[in-house]
């Protein structure tokens, strides 16, 4: 088998180192070796790994026109050029292997319509979770299965900056700064921050359990940039610990689908997921509660899952191929539908009358209040915690768009998070 790779950064290096290490055992399992003819870079005069020497060019064509190259392995990220490499590939006729979850979120109907006119593969289990097996296993091992629900934690980047504000007591910017100097954070880290990359990977996720297209747009999206030292102090008091959740639920005729930071019970499966780790819980109506664990990112770890899709396109050359499952035409709930409980932590003047006020904007809409918390007095402004029971978002919403016209009572409405696992 020849392959041609789109792209040689750390994805793209490891995949060629993996192929390399693992070549004898890749053999034997798929009765075929398999060989790197040739890379794309954008840079020719660039150091790279001796074990692509003689392979490297900066023109597509080389590798697009070169018939022996059965294979297209695109690990260069970003929307363009991959996705009209992409395309051009799969209308050649080359099976696609990618790690793009940008690419496969936003056009991941057009590609799948020409790799089943061209009866050829799109491959793309390393563009959620990294080596984590995802995608495969609800395709194939749930297949039997209605999805009512996932639920999981998707960005390594955001999990890290997390724990390290819950386990080491760091602020938020310190934690971004060190995740920077790591490694697991981009100079401009905002994709994942906001929870973009996140949203993106719901959306790739949610199409296939629901199994009705999902695109990143749709998925309501909070990050983690609002998070703060106190706000994690509070989680602990509670017994919670503070997540960012990528969450699809399936209701009777829609899909809610969102991302937000969330208060998770300390005794919830996802709430000793530390570091760079990601996790994904899944709940079939056959198979119950399932959970993938593992590191969702990395140079090895998503070089794993690319050259397993590179094996698979052997595999499954001649027999049946992962085509497109959107056969469902959900709408997306309106996330002001959705329910659940909150965490509020806001600053108000401390002065009689002030918390009445607060409390008659939530009875106003029909929130009732589950916790109130009420400890640090600083230059006559008190910080206030409420905790709420479950209640549509919608109304939440109305409420602090009320309270925040309150001037002379309230300061600032500092921070709303999801509860989960309680307060029902």
């Known amino acids: 088998m020849q392959i041609g790779i789109l792209g040689l950064g750390t994805v793209g290096t490891g995949v060629v180192e993996l192929i390399e290490k693992n070549k004898n055992i ?19 005069n660039k150091q790279r790994t001796p074990l692509v020497e003689g392979k490297i060019t900066d023109k597509f064509e080389d590798i697009i026109e070169d018939e022996e190259i059965s294979v297209i392995v695109e690990v260069m990220g970003g929307e363009e050029p991959a996705l009209t490499y992409i395309r051009e590939a799969l209308n050649r006729g080359k099976h696609v292997v990618t790690a793009n979850k940008e ?15 061209k009866d050829v593969n799109l491959l793309f ?40 504000m819950t386990e080491k007591g760091k602020g938020f910017d310190e934690a971004l700064k060190e995740a920077q100097m790591e490694g697991y954070a981009e100079s401009d880290p905002t994709d994942d921050i906001k929870g973009f990359d996140a949203a993106r990977k719901l959306a790739i996720l949610s199409s296939i359990a629901f199994n009705t297209r999902i695109t990143p747009d749709q998925v309501y999206t909070e990050g983690i940039d609002s998070i703060s030292q106190s ?10 610990v503070i997540k960012l959740i990528a969450m699809g639920k399936k209701h009777e005729n829609s899909v809610e689908v969102s991302v937000t930071p969330a208060l998770l019970p300390k005794d919830h499966p996802l709430a000793s997921v530390g570091d760079t780790f990601n996790a994904l819980m899944a709940e079939g109506n056959a198979v119950g509660p399932v959970m993938f664990y593992g590191l969702g990112a990395g140079k090895m770890p998503t070089a794993s899952a690319v050259v397993a ?27 002001g539908q959705s329910h ?3 965490y509020i932590r806001l600053r108000a003047f401390d002065k009689p009358g002030v918390f ?27 910080e206030i915690v409420i905790v709420t029971y479950d209640v549509p978002f ?13 001037k002379e009572q309230v300061v600032e409405v500092s921070t709303v998070i999801r509860v989960e696992g309680e307060h029902k």
């Open 26 to 44: 890749i053999a034997k399992r798929l009765r075929e070796e398999v060989h790197v003819k040739k890379v794309l870079v954008r840079d020719l």
């Open 309 to 335: 899709d590179i094996m698979e396109t052997k595999r499954s050359n001649n027999g049946s191929k992962l085509y497109c499952t959107c056969f469902n035409h959900f709408d997306v709930m309106d996330p």
């Open 125 to 164: 289990e390393a563009s959620v979770g990294g080596g984590i097996p995802i995608i495969r296993p609800m395709k194939q091992c749930l297949s039997a299965n209605e999805i009512t629900k996932i639920m999981g934690i998707l960005n390594g980047t955001t999990n890290y900056i997390l724990s390290q």
């Open 394 to 406: 919608k109304n939440l919403q109305e409420a602090l768009c009320e309270i925040k016209t309150y």
């Open 231 to 240: 706000d994690i102090q509070y989680a602990k008091e509670m017994g919670h």
């Open 340 to 342: 659940a409980s909150f």
């Open 103 to 117: 690419v496969v979120a936003k056009h991941g109907k057009e590609l799948f319509e020409i790799s089943a006119k």
């Open 356 to 382: 009445a006020k607060i409390a008659g904007a939530f009875g106003k809409n029909q929130i009732s209040l589950a916790q109130v918390i009420q400890k640090n007095i600083i230059n006559g402004t008190a």
